[in-house]
Structure formats: structure tokens, C-alpha cells
């Protein structure tokens, strides 16, 4: 298998991990979250939207000043294929009360956001891997932590 930092077809990219983002409020968090994953083909226009409309019907603050914005069940045709983006926003985002310094996007068709959460879980609920994912500067830093998420998802 190709080298997951390098294969286009990876479920992270090294070109959809942004560590210096900065954003005025979460909507424009997620707006921006929206346009990487656009960016890198793993979704359309329209899943942008929808993933603002997520947002208005439940926060996807998970903790540990951690995000992770994703579209509705509806927006599953916009997804081209499954994917995350990584947005680091150092000076931190006001999410409903919460600071939120890393958003990590998600892009899913059928279920596969649900395993995605579980790995994204696991790494959260380690307050160490937690702090380390919040104060990477380095994109090799974050591919390392998020390695099990990619490795597990992976065909």
C-alpha cells in the first residue's frame, strides 16, 4: 500500500492538515474545515452547508478543546470519498462556551464516520494524545497521532 502522507487516496492527507488557521467564531471554523475538505476533492460545495446545518442542530464540540465537524446524513452524496482535515487555530475558537484550538473534519459515506469517531475517541480520551494533537506545529506530529484513526479506516 502506498504511503498514507503521500497516497492522494488517503483518508488524511498531508495537505489537509492546516496548523496556523485562524477564525473569528465556529461557524467560521467549520466554513473553513469545509473548504479544505473541498480543497482536497473529498467533497462538494453542498457538504459545507450541510455541515453549518449539523452544527445549528448539535455542537460537535467532543472536549479536550477538540471539534469535530461533519455534515448531516442527508449531505452523504456530497461526499466523494471519506475523508478528514485536520485545522489547528492556535488562538482558539469560542465554540458555544468551549475553547476549541483543533478541528478535525470529517467526510464519510454510509457509516464510516462511526469508526471514525471511535479511533478520533480513543485519542481524545488520553489527555497526554489530547495535548499533543492541540499543540502540534508540526504536520508530521499530527499524522503520527492520527495514525490508528487512518490506519484503521484504511481499505
Known amino acids: ?3 498514507p502522507q503521500l497516497d492522494p487516496g488517503a483518508l488524511l492527507e498531508r495537505r489537509a492538515v492546516r496548523l496556523t488557521e485562524q477564525a473569528g467564531d465556529r461557524i467560521a471554523a467549520i466554513r473553513r474545515c469545509g473548504e479544505v475538505l473541498v480543497e ?3 467533497v462538494t460545495d453542498e457538504y459545507v452547508a450541510a455541515m453549518l446545518e449539523r452544527e445549528r442542530s448539535i455542537s460537535t464540540y467532543v472536549g479536550e ?3 469535530i465537524p461533519h455534515g448531516t446524513l442527508a449531505s452523504k452524496e456530497a461526499v466523494r470519498r471519506d475523508a478528514l482535515a485536520v485545522l489547528r487555530f492556535p488562538d482558539g475558537v469560542d465554540w458555544d462556551g468551549a475553547q476549541v484550538t483543533v478541528c478535525v473534519a470529517i467526510a464519510a459515506r454510509g457509516d464510516g ?3 471514525l469517531l471511535a479511533a478520533l475517541a480513543e485519542i481524545l480520551l488520553d489527555p497526554d494524545k489530547a495535548r499533543e494533537l492541540r499543540e ?3 504536520i ?3 499524522l503520527r497521532l492520527l495514525a490508528p484513526v487512518r490506519e484503521e ?3
Do not use: I, L, R, Y
Open 140 to 142: 508530521d506530529d499530527v
Open 1 to 3: 500500500m502506498a504511503d
Open 40 to 42: 482536497t476533492g473529498a
Open 113 to 115: 464516520h462511526v469508526e
Open 65 to 67: 478543546g477538540v471539534a
Open 136 to 138: 502540534a506545529t508540526e
Open 153 to 155: 479506516n484504511s481499505p
